[in-house]
């Protein structure tokens, strides 16, 4: 049996080894090659340029769903990760994408609106806020071709901008056809049903990765479908497969509620909508928020400030009128019990949107007020946490990260 060599002899069991040097030492190998292949090794606390860490986020027009994305304030869908957003039909999922495309615009970003649903109302999105002339619109005809563009779109804008952010918004997954469902007939065969399966899987795994590096935001929507014959359970599922499911960062299920009449003409004008995170990589899951939407001009983000601290007890209703009770207004209530208090500001309903517009020190408190309460500490339970009572892994997994402060 051969002898080894001194200089080859394993370090004795008792020297310390310095973990901090010797981590370093190892980063740099692995990128020695880095040039080739490009950078495969960071530290995720000191190395700025890592993957996986999120330094700009897209407001989606609600203040209170970029809360539950990111439980931070000034959040919105990430950027540099895959954000799906699901829903029924008139949920608000197309309307979403064009207050995710307006904002883009406003960074001085550019926007790719892939359409395949046919649905994009350009008079409706410039009322929005999106600029139609600097958008690029795009109508491919199946999945390949979309994965094709959106690859393009990275490559080129690279090229060109490489410090230009980017938005490429897919409408929809369900909508669009495998290449094989066009050119066959109408016969439904299982191969048809996991042509798009295999197809996004495939996508996922080339585009994933070079969006992490980059200043590109990917938002895709999505169909819900009923699974036939479940009994227990969530009976609502998106089609397309499991790939973008999994490499997705964030995943918005939106469901529409109650329509919004005007009392005097019974005329309908907008619909009641709530917001669930049904996966979040970026803090805990399974939040929920509500918002209106109206048809004139989307979200109506301030109104979903009063609706929200009112239930949480911040804003008190009496005789009529409102009252920020935790604002000291400098007035004195003159009747009933409370006669020689001050309540707060006090304010009407219906004026609540225009006294925040108006008056910067009445916003800057309610928006402190959302700071306080929407933002989850470690230690502490979401109070706005809605679970699927039959899902133990839903109910696990805010566990984990409540208690493990993963968020």
Known sequence: MAK??????????????????????????????????????????????????????????STLLDYIITNKKNGGVPVGKLTEISGEEASGKSLLIAHLIAECQRREGIAAYIDVENSANPEFMTRLGVNTKEMIYLQPQTVEEVGEMIEKIIIMTRTRAPNKLVLIAWDSIAATPCK???????????????????????????????????????????????????????????????????????????????????????????VHTSAKIVKNRLGPPWRKCEFDILFSSGIDDVASWFQRLHELEEIEKADGWCYLSKLPSGKLEDKGVKKGLDRGVKFREKGFSELVKSDPKVKAFVLSLLDQHMIVRYGETPKDVVLDPESLMDAEAVADVVINGEA
């Open 4 to 61: 080894r060599d001194k200089d080859t002899d394993e370090a004795p069991k008792d020297q310390v080894v310095d973990s901090l040097k010797l981590s370093k030492l190892l980063i740099n190998e692995l990128n020695k090659d880095s040039d080739k292949t490009g950078k495969v090794a960071w530290c995720l606390a000191t190395d700025d340029d890592n993957p996986t860490d999120v330094k700009e986020f897209i407001s989606t027009g």
């Open 180 to 270: 094989c469902e066009i050119e066959g007939d109408f016969a439904i065969g299982m191969d048809l049903q996991l042509a798009k399966s295999k197809v996004l899987a495939k996508m996922m795994k080339k585009i994933t990765e070079m969006i992490g590096k980059e200043r590109i935001c990917l938002v895709f929507t999505n169909q819900l479908k009923t699974k036939i014959g479940v009994m227990y359970g969530d009976p609502m599922t998106t089609p397309g497969g499991k790939a973008v499911p999994y490499h997705a960062s964030v995943r918005i299920r939106l469901n529409a509620g109650a329509k919004q009449k005007d009392e005097k003409t019974d005329s309908i004008y907008g």
